[in-house]
Protein backbone atom coordinates (compact mmCIF):
# COMPACT_ATOMS: atom_id res chain seq x y z
CA UNK A 1 0.00 0.00 0.00
CA UNK A 2 2.55 2.17 0.81
CA UNK A 3 4.44 2.30 -2.71
CA UNK A 4 1.04 3.14 -4.37
CA UNK A 5 0.57 6.19 -2.06
CA UNK A 6 3.13 8.46 -4.34
CA UNK A 7 1.03 7.09 -7.48
CA UNK A 8 -2.72 8.81 -6.15
CA UNK A 9 -1.92 11.85 -7.30
CA UNK A 10 -1.18 10.58 -10.90
CA UNK A 11 -4.45 8.55 -10.90
CA UNK A 12 -5.89 12.03 -10.57
CA UNK A 13 -3.39 13.68 -13.03
CA UNK A 14 -4.41 10.58 -15.80
CA UNK A 15 -7.91 10.97 -14.88
CA UNK A 16 -7.70 15.45 -15.70
CA UNK A 17 -5.86 13.86 -19.23
CA UNK A 18 -8.75 11.44 -20.03
CA UNK A 19 -10.90 14.81 -20.63
CA UNK A 20 -8.01 16.55 -21.63
CA UNK A 21 -7.55 13.85 -24.63
CA UNK A 22 -10.71 15.43 -26.16
CA UNK A 23 -8.32 17.93 -27.62
CA UNK A 24 -6.21 15.80 -29.04
CA UNK A 25 -8.74 13.87 -30.23
CA UNK A 26 -10.19 16.70 -32.56
CA UNK A 27 -7.13 18.42 -33.41
CA UNK A 28 -5.42 14.31 -34.31
CA UNK A 29 -8.21 14.21 -37.23
CA UNK A 30 -9.27 17.08 -39.31
CA UNK A 31 -11.28 14.78 -41.39
CA UNK A 32 -13.57 12.18 -40.02
CA UNK A 33 -11.56 9.00 -38.96
CA UNK A 34 -12.78 6.03 -40.91
CA UNK A 35 -14.81 3.38 -38.56
CA UNK A 36 -12.70 0.72 -39.89
CA UNK A 37 -9.22 1.12 -40.10
CA UNK A 38 -7.54 1.24 -43.85
CA UNK A 39 -6.39 -1.88 -45.13
CA UNK A 40 -2.51 -1.05 -44.79
CA UNK A 41 -3.29 -0.18 -41.50
CA UNK A 42 -4.51 -3.84 -40.41
CA UNK A 43 -1.84 -5.94 -38.57
CA UNK A 44 -0.45 -8.75 -40.05
CA UNK A 45 -1.49 -12.03 -38.56
CA UNK A 46 1.12 -13.11 -35.86
CA UNK A 47 3.64 -15.22 -37.19
CA UNK A 48 3.30 -17.18 -33.70
CA UNK A 49 1.84 -16.93 -30.84
CA UNK A 50 1.84 -13.65 -28.66
CA UNK A 51 4.52 -14.26 -25.87
CA UNK A 52 3.19 -15.00 -22.56
CA UNK A 53 3.63 -12.96 -19.26
CA UNK A 54 7.01 -13.68 -17.73
CA UNK A 55 8.70 -14.42 -21.34
CA UNK A 56 11.68 -12.07 -22.47
CA UNK A 57 10.22 -9.49 -24.71
CA UNK A 58 10.25 -9.07 -28.26
CA UNK A 59 12.92 -6.94 -28.95
CA UNK A 60 12.37 -4.59 -32.10
CA UNK A 61 9.89 -2.31 -31.60
CA UNK A 62 10.55 -0.06 -35.04
CA UNK A 63 11.74 2.68 -36.33
CA UNK A 64 12.42 6.02 -34.56
CA UNK A 65 11.76 9.24 -37.07
CA UNK A 66 15.57 9.17 -38.10
CA UNK A 67 14.95 5.67 -39.20
CA UNK A 68 17.16 4.10 -36.86
CA UNK A 69 15.87 0.72 -34.40
CA UNK A 70 14.56 0.91 -31.72
CA UNK A 71 15.16 -2.01 -29.49
CA UNK A 72 13.51 -2.91 -25.99
CA UNK A 73 17.11 -3.77 -24.69
CA UNK A 74 17.73 -0.06 -25.64
CA UNK A 75 16.15 0.89 -22.12
CA UNK A 76 17.03 -2.31 -19.94
CA UNK A 77 17.24 -1.41 -15.94
CA UNK A 78 14.07 0.50 -16.29
CA UNK A 79 10.66 -0.17 -16.91
CA UNK A 80 9.24 0.16 -20.15
CA UNK A 81 5.55 0.74 -21.60
CA UNK A 82 5.17 0.05 -25.18
CA UNK A 83 1.91 0.95 -26.92
CA UNK A 84 0.69 0.25 -30.29
CA UNK A 85 -1.79 2.32 -31.76
CA UNK A 86 -2.90 4.02 -34.99
CA UNK A 87 -4.35 7.74 -35.34
CA UNK A 88 -7.68 6.65 -37.32
CA UNK A 89 -8.56 4.85 -33.68
CA UNK A 90 -10.15 6.96 -31.13
CA UNK A 91 -9.46 5.04 -28.36
CA UNK A 92 -5.73 5.56 -29.31
CA UNK A 93 -5.93 9.22 -29.39
CA UNK A 94 -7.54 9.16 -25.52
CA UNK A 95 -5.20 6.75 -24.61
CA UNK A 96 -1.93 8.48 -25.67
CA UNK A 97 -2.29 12.00 -23.56
CA UNK A 98 -2.69 9.46 -20.54
CA UNK A 99 0.34 7.91 -20.99
CA UNK A 100 2.23 11.35 -21.75
CA UNK A 101 1.11 12.41 -18.73
CA UNK A 102 2.35 9.53 -17.11
CA UNK A 103 5.99 9.69 -18.70
CA UNK A 104 6.09 13.20 -17.95
CA UNK A 105 4.94 13.07 -14.18
CA UNK A 106 7.22 9.87 -13.43
CA UNK A 107 10.22 11.04 -15.61
CA UNK A 108 12.32 9.32 -17.80
CA UNK A 109 14.86 8.65 -15.59
CA UNK A 110 12.51 6.14 -13.90
CA UNK A 111 10.31 4.90 -16.97
CA UNK A 112 10.10 5.06 -20.79
CA UNK A 113 7.10 4.90 -22.58
CA UNK A 114 6.86 4.14 -26.06
CA UNK A 115 4.08 4.99 -28.86
CA UNK A 116 4.54 2.00 -31.80
CA UNK A 117 2.24 3.47 -34.32
CA UNK A 118 0.99 0.47 -36.44
CA UNK A 119 1.66 0.34 -40.14
CA UNK A 120 0.37 3.81 -41.16
CA UNK A 121 1.43 5.67 -44.62
CA UNK A 122 4.37 7.79 -43.24
CA UNK A 123 2.63 11.01 -44.24
CA UNK A 124 -0.41 9.94 -41.69
CA UNK A 125 2.19 8.83 -39.15
CA UNK A 126 3.89 12.64 -39.44
CA UNK A 127 0.80 14.85 -39.62
CA UNK A 128 -0.59 13.00 -36.05
CA UNK A 129 2.44 14.11 -34.39
CA UNK A 130 2.77 16.98 -36.17
CA UNK A 131 -1.12 18.14 -34.86
CA UNK A 132 0.19 16.90 -31.46
CA UNK A 133 3.33 18.08 -30.11
CA UNK A 134 2.60 18.49 -26.94
CA UNK A 135 2.34 14.61 -26.85
CA UNK A 136 5.54 13.55 -24.35
CA UNK A 137 6.03 10.33 -25.98
CA UNK A 138 9.21 8.10 -27.65
CA UNK A 139 7.35 7.81 -31.54
CA UNK A 140 8.43 5.02 -33.61
CA UNK A 141 6.98 3.76 -36.52
CA UNK A 142 6.48 -0.64 -37.02
CA UNK A 143 5.96 -1.73 -41.08
CA UNK A 144 4.14 -4.99 -38.91
CA UNK A 145 7.02 -7.32 -37.93
CA UNK A 146 6.99 -5.94 -34.12
CA UNK A 147 2.72 -6.52 -34.01
CA UNK A 148 3.72 -10.15 -34.81
CA UNK A 149 6.40 -10.74 -32.55
CA UNK A 150 4.07 -9.10 -30.14
CA UNK A 151 0.81 -10.45 -31.14
CA UNK A 152 -0.80 -7.63 -31.85
CA UNK A 153 -4.46 -8.03 -33.80
CA UNK A 154 -5.79 -4.96 -32.47
CA UNK A 155 -4.97 -1.04 -31.01
CA UNK A 156 -4.51 0.29 -28.93
CA UNK A 157 -2.75 -2.92 -27.61
CA UNK A 158 -0.53 -1.72 -24.32
CA UNK A 159 2.68 -3.83 -22.76
CA UNK A 160 4.48 -3.49 -20.17
CA UNK A 161 8.42 -4.40 -19.64
CA UNK A 162 9.90 -4.97 -16.38
CA UNK A 163 13.57 -3.86 -15.96
CA UNK A 164 15.06 -6.99 -16.53
CA UNK A 165 13.38 -6.77 -20.13
CA UNK A 166 10.52 -9.58 -19.54
CA UNK A 167 6.84 -8.66 -20.15
CA UNK A 168 4.83 -8.38 -17.05
CA UNK A 169 1.83 -6.66 -18.64
CA UNK A 170 -0.44 -6.66 -21.17
CA UNK A 171 -3.92 -4.65 -22.02
CA UNK A 172 -5.89 -4.53 -25.02
CA UNK A 173 -8.33 -1.94 -25.69
CA UNK A 174 -8.58 1.55 -23.94
CA UNK A 175 -10.90 2.46 -20.72
CA UNK A 176 -10.51 5.00 -18.30
CA UNK A 177 -10.88 1.47 -15.55
CA UNK A 178 -7.98 0.13 -17.46
CA UNK A 179 -5.66 2.68 -17.29
CA UNK A 180 -6.50 2.90 -12.85
CA UNK A 181 -5.43 -0.68 -13.31
CA UNK A 182 -2.29 -0.30 -15.27
CA UNK A 183 -0.93 2.08 -13.56
CA UNK A 184 -2.03 0.41 -10.20
CA UNK A 185 0.28 -2.97 -11.29
CA UNK A 186 2.93 -0.51 -12.77
CA UNK A 187 3.58 1.50 -9.63
CA UNK A 188 5.27 -1.69 -7.85
CA UNK A 189 8.04 -1.71 -10.75
CA UNK A 190 8.53 2.03 -9.75
CA UNK A 191 10.99 3.33 -7.32
CA UNK A 192 9.08 4.15 -4.15
CA UNK A 193 9.06 8.06 -4.99
CA UNK A 194 9.00 7.95 -8.80
CA UNK A 195 5.62 10.07 -9.43
CA UNK A 196 6.00 13.57 -9.51
CA UNK A 197 3.56 16.58 -9.80
CA UNK A 198 3.30 16.79 -13.86
CA UNK A 199 5.43 19.42 -15.35
CA UNK A 200 7.46 19.35 -11.82
Not at 60 to 72: A, E, H, N, T, W
Not at 131 to 146: E, H, K, Q, V
Not at 154 to 181: C, M, W
Amino acid sequence: MRRLRPLAGLLVALACAGVYSSTYAGTSAQTPAPAAPPAAAQPARAASAAPALGDPAPDFLGLDRSGRPVKVSDYRGKPVVISFWAGWCAPCRRELPMLSTLQRSVGREHLQVIAVNLNEPRHDYEEFLRLNPDLDLDFIRDPGSAARYYGVRTVPNLFVVDRDGKLVQAHRGYSPEKIEQFVRELAPLLPPRAARKPGG
